[in-house]
């Protein structure tokens, strides 16, 4: 040693044993066969078949171009923007909404005082449902969501929030009440209605009639109605409005695998672009506005290249199928949120450890806007310190760990390459069986998609009881019961607080103006049962003339009746 | 399938949910197993009346109710457990599955709830405590009738 420092001769280079690919490949497939037995590969939640190795074999480099590009260029696999999450991190927008509209404004205070940068709000079941306080069980409300029925409820749920310049996302479809809230908020405020901004989130009926069958308020032929007015109504009133956002998130939760979720969220978007063109509308006029949701699984890899090749496809298809010109209307706009389905109320703290994989899968899959779950969620609504350690993770994702300082950082690693190629086939596959059925609508109506995500749901929960798919904490590492944490779960709001929301809901509806109300109601019926008026603007002058919720709903259950879930047999 | 030496009833369960939330990916999993299990299974959809639950229960002579509830709906179990009761059937075995907090479990319980199934619960474990209040409900039932 001292004598090589002393002459400063370097150490002689050893030149490595290069070998022949295919003699190299030979050798190390003995070892594997060898080490792993005759094991078959494991399939993905979508049915790929993974193998234990990928190399240059598997994806070539010289498709370079035609399958990747440049983030914010054709074919869009790479990102959606030129910068991605370098030049401007994801939007954290924490789910919310709880008891009285009171408790919600003091929550949302606290998320945006966290880190959170936008409004996002979950209304009660008996909102969704299309009801008033006053119509349901006490026991239930409040319990799930915020209770926001009249204009007063929300300008109470929105005290101290800067309307028209934060965002504000609204878990609230056909006939899009909570919007038509706001938009009477921002009158009484004296803000233009140009300014709002934010999104229809949820406005994707399909998906509803598909999966998880909330916001059953109207019929299928009255929620396309609805809908279709809505945007109209966006387009000419509210230029910073994405009235949709197009679910793929239910269809997941209720068991559609990556894949198929994927697949059937882009044969509704091409429902809803063609209900859309069928209006005579310019595809660069309302493609730019078309936003989708996803659920994030804990099948890490698979989720990448499932938003990678989603991309990818939506680029190609508005195009292709829609004739878009604008490059605003190629991109592929998306919300995650981490997957509830796959958190355990045994030791719940584990879950920490899921969303921020989840998490980790969403934003290298190139998303804009991000839920992470809080570990309660599987408990009860999330309790004041879960959603502070979900909101906290993000924080981690986006400042500690590093994660944007390269955009699309998986991009040609040839597992992901070859897995986003063989999901985008498995994607295709899906939208090519849903136009053979004549569309989405056509095809919900007969039950294809509900029943595509109850076999998928029932052969994952085959897997998980054979013991294929480990849960920890549920079929492995079990903890006895008498070691297992405390849970703590939210309470629901009180008697009290809702025997107060209850009062004041009556007091509001005795002191409006009600001849003003009557007229917005008979309009707003008048308007439904038309074929050529926008039943959406009657919607929004029944809120300013102080109609409730559950009013404007029942009024238009009258034209069009409830929705029903079409089961499959 | 029920080999014709079994017993000429399977138990007869009615998969319902109540209140208004309309998750159903539980439900319709859960029943598909009890199918599968060889009972005769009652499925209905989300947001039925307790009225309703009721009504079915009585018209089809089910021997145990499962109801499934995500958010929050099983407070409403104690109304339909009363119901039952007020209708004379307080002795049909009715059992939960989905988010239930402790606290509300340990309530449940008290007022009379057999069985709480969270998630995580197996197959296994679903279709043997379901096939067992069953088949108590079923020999309660027979022995009132023989005396």
Redesign the interface.
């Known amino acids: 040693m001292g004598k090589r420092a002393k002459t400063g001769g370097a150490p002689k280079a050893v030149p490595l044993p290069l070998s022949d690919f295919d003699e190299a490949r030979g050798r190390w497939r003995a070892e594997v066969q060898s080490g792993l037995g005759g094991r078959p590969n494991p399939k993905n939640r979508s049915g790929v078949e993974v193998k234990p190795l990928y190399t240059s074999q598997d994806w070539d480099g010289d498709r370079y171009m035609e399958a990747l590009g440049f983030p914010g260029q054709l074919p869009m696999t790479r990102g959606i923007y030129s910068t991605m999450h370098r030049g401007r991190t994801w939007t954290q927008r924490q789910l919310i909404g709880l008891g009285v509209p009171e408790d919600y404004n003091v929550r949302l205070k606290a998320i945006l005082a966290h880190g959170g940068t936008a409004v996002s709000l979950i209304p009660c079941?008996?909102v969704?449902?299309g009801?008033d306080a006053d119509e349901?069980?006490p026991?239930?409300l409040g319990?799930?969501g915020a209770t926001v029925n009249s204009v007063e409820d929300m300008a109470v749920c929105l005290d101290g929030i800067p309307l028209g310049e934060i965002s504000t996302s609204l878990n609230d479809p056909s006939p899009f009440t909570l919007l038509a809230l706001e938009l009477a908020v921002a009158k009484r405020r004296g803000i233009p209605w140009e300014r709002i901004s934010g999104t229809s989130n949820q406005s994707d009926y399909l998906s509803?009639f598909v999966?998880?069958?909330?916001?059953?308020r109207l019929g299928l032929p009255g929620a396309r109605r609805v809908l279709l007015d809505h945007i109209a109504f966006a387009r000419r009133h509210l230029p910073q409005w994405n009235p949709l956002s197009i679910v793929g998130q239910h269809m997941q939760?209720?068991?559609a695998t990556p894949a198929e979720a994927m697949g059937l969220t882009l044969s509704s978007a091409i429902q809803y672009a063609n209900d859309c063109l069928a209006r005579g509308w310019d595809p660069d006029q309302v493609l730019p506005r078309f936003t989708f949701f996803f659920d994030i699984s804990m099948s890490f890899f698979e989720e990448v290249a499932k938003f990678r090749a989603g991309r990818r496809i939506w680029a190609q298809l508005t195009r292709e199928r829609f004739g878009a010109k604008d490059p605003r209307s190629w991109r592929f706009k998306f919300h995650g949120q981490t997957s509830g389905?796959d958190?355990?109320?045994?030791q719940p703290l584990n879950n920490i450890s899921r969303v921020t994989v989840q998490a980790m899968a969403g934003i290298f899959g190139g998303l804009q806007s991000l839920h992470t779950d809080a570990y309660d969620e599987?408990?009860?609504v999330p309790t004041e310190k879960a959603a502070r350690v979900a909101i906290a993770t993000q924080n981690i994702l986006k400042e500690e760990a590093h994660l944007t300082d390269v955009i699309d950082p998986l991009g040609g690693s040839y597992y992901i390459e070859a897995l986003t190629d063989e999901m985008e086939a498995k994607i295709r596959a899906v939208i090519a069986r849903i136009d053979e059925a004549g569309g989405m609508y056509a095809a919900v109506e007969t039950g294809i998609p509900q029943q595509i995500?109850?076999d998928s749901?029932?052969a994952f929960?085959?897997k998980v009881?054979a013991g294929e798919q480990t849960?920890v904490?549920?079929?492995k590492y079990r903890v006895p019961a008498e070691e297992e944490m405390q849970?703590e779960?939210l309470k629901?709001p009180s008697r009290k607080k809702i025997e107060a929301q209850l009062k004041r809901l009556a007091r509001f509806k005795a002191g409006r103006n009600q001849k003003e109300v009557r007229r917005a109601l008979d309009a707003l019926v008048r308007a439904a049962e038309s074929k050529g008026e926008n039943v959406f603007e009657k919607v929004v002058e029944a809120t300013c003339a102080e109609a409730t919720h559950g009013e404007i709903c029942a009024h238009l259950r009258k034209v069009y009746g409830f929705g029903?879930?079409l089961?499959v047999p | 399938m029920m080999s014709p030496t079994k017993t000429v009833h399977p138990p007869k369960v009615l998969v319902t949910k109540i209140?208004?939330?309309?998750?159903?990916?539980g439900s319709?999993?859960v029943a598909?197993f009890l199918r599968d299990a060889g009972m005769d299974v009652l499925y209905t959809?989300?947001?039925q009346e307790i009225g309703q639950v009721v009504r079915l229960a009585e018209e089809e002579d089910v021997d145990v109710i499962g109801i499934s509830s995500l958010?929050?709906?099983h407070?409403?179990v104690p109304?339909l457990l009363k119901a039952l009761k007020k209708a004379g059937l307080g002795e049909v075995p009715v059992v939960i599955g989905g988010?239930v907090?402790?606290?509300d479990e340990r309530k449940l319980k008290k007022a009379g709830v057999k069985e709480i199934f969270?998630?995580?619960a197996?197959?296994?474990e679903i279709v043997s405590k379901v096939a067992r209040l069953a088949g108590e409900a079923r020999a309660a039932k027979d022995k009132e009738l023989l005396a």
């Not at chain 1, 999966?211 to 059953?216: E, K, L, T, V």
């Not at chain 1, 958190?343 to 045994?346: A, G």
Request: proline share 9%; with cysteine; net charge negative.
């Open positions: 079941n008996s969704y449902r009801y349901v069980p026991e239930i319990t799930c509803h999966a998880n069958h909330m916001f059953f939760q209720a068991g389905v958190l355990t109320r045994e599987v408990l009860s995500c109850g749901a029932l929960q085959e009881d849960v904490g549920i079929n849970r779960s629901p029903q879930p089961i | 209140g208004l939330d309309g998750h159903d990916r319709r999993v598909a959809p989300p947001w958010a929050t709906d407070l409403l109304k988010i907090p402790d606290e969270h998630p995580g197996s197959r296994e």
